[in-house]
C-alpha cells in the first residue's frame, strides 16, 4: 500500500502538527543511513516528492505512512515523532544472542570520527563529576570548550576521562569509545582559531563558552554490543 502522497490544498487531509520536529528527525535519519530522498521513497512506497514535503513542512501523517516511514528509516515511530526525547537510550530488551567485544585502536579512532558530543569526567573536591560537551578531534587531540568558570576548566592540568558512545534501540546494539589523558588549555591564538574554524556548531549548551581545552589520549580503548 503507498503512501498518500496528496499535499495541502488537494484534497489531504494532513495539517500541520507543528508541535514535533518530524521533518528534521525525518531527514537526519535519512542521512544518516545514506539514503536519497528517492531510495527513502522507494523502501516506503511512495516518492521524493513526498519525502520532500514531509522533511520541509510540517506535516502530520497518518499512523500507516509513519510506520512506513519508520520501517524505511530503519527506526520506531516514537524515535520519529520526539516521544522518546527525554528518555535515555537503551530502554530496549537485551538480545538474547548479545556480546561484548572490545575494539581496536584503529576502530575506536574511527568512531570518534571527526567531531560530536562527549563526557568528559573529571575529578572534585565533592568527588567525580561527568559533564556533556561538544567536541571536535585534531590531530591526535580531543578538543572541546567551556568557560573558564565550570568545573570542566578547574580540570586542567589533571588526568580525565572523555567517553563517546552511540545506542542503536532498534537493532538493540551500541557501542562506545574512551580516552584518558590530560586535560590542557589551548592558549595559542592559531590553534585556537583552528578549531574554531574546524567547529561545527557553537556548544549546545549556549552562553560564553570560548575557552579551548584539550586531551590527548594516553589509552584509547573501546567496546561494541553486537549479534554472536
Known amino acids: 500500500m503507498a503512501v498518500n502522497t496528496s499535499t495541502p490544498g488537494s484534497g489531504s487531509t494532513e495539517m500541520p502538527a507543528g508541535r514535533t520536529d518530524l521533518g528534521r528527525r525525518i531527514a537526519a535519519r535519512r542521512e544518516e543511513l545514506g539514503l536519497s530522498r528517492a531510495a527513502l521513497g522507494e523502501r516506503c512506497g ?6 520532500a514535503y514531509l522533511e520541509e513542512r510540517a506535516a502530520s501523517p497518518a499512523i500507516g505512512s509513519l510506520l512506513r516511514l519508520a520501517n524505511g528509516l530503519e527506526t520506531t515511530v516514537a524515535e520519529l ?34 567531531h560530536g558530543i ?15 560537551v561538544n567536541y571536535v578531534v585534531a590531530g591526535g587531540d580531543i578538543a572541546f570548550r567551556t568557560s573558564g568558570e565550570t568545573t570542566v576548566a578547574g ?29 590542557e ?19 549546545w549548551a549556549g552562553g560564553d563558552r570560548t575557552r579551548w581545552m584539550k586531551v590527548t589520549p594516553t589509552r584509547l580503548t573501546g567496546r561494541r554490543v553486537g549479534h554472536r
Open 46 to 51: 511512495t516518492d521524493a516528492t513526498y519525502v
Open 155 to 183: 580540570a586542567a592540568g589533571t588526568e580525565v576521562a572523555f567517553e563517546v558512545d552511540h545506542i542503536d534501540d532498534v537493532m538493540h546494539i551500541g557501542w562506545s569509545v574512551m580516552a584518558v589523558g590530560e586535560a
Open 118 to 132: 562527549g563526557r568528559v569526567a573529571v575529578f572534585t573536591t565533592q568527588g567525580p563529576a561527568i559533564f556533556p
Open 81 to 114: 515523532t520526539g516521544a522518546t526525547a527525554d528518555h535515555p537510550p537503551g530502554r530496549g530488551t537485551a538480545l538474547r544472542d548479545a556480546h561484548l567485544v572490545a575494539l581496536t585502536y584503529d576502530e575506536c579512532r574511527h568512531l570518534l570520527s571527526t
Open 185 to 203: 588549555t589551548i592558549t595559542r591564538a592559531a590553534a585556537i582559531q583552528r578549531l574554531d574554524a574546524m567547529a561545527r556548531s557553537l556548544p
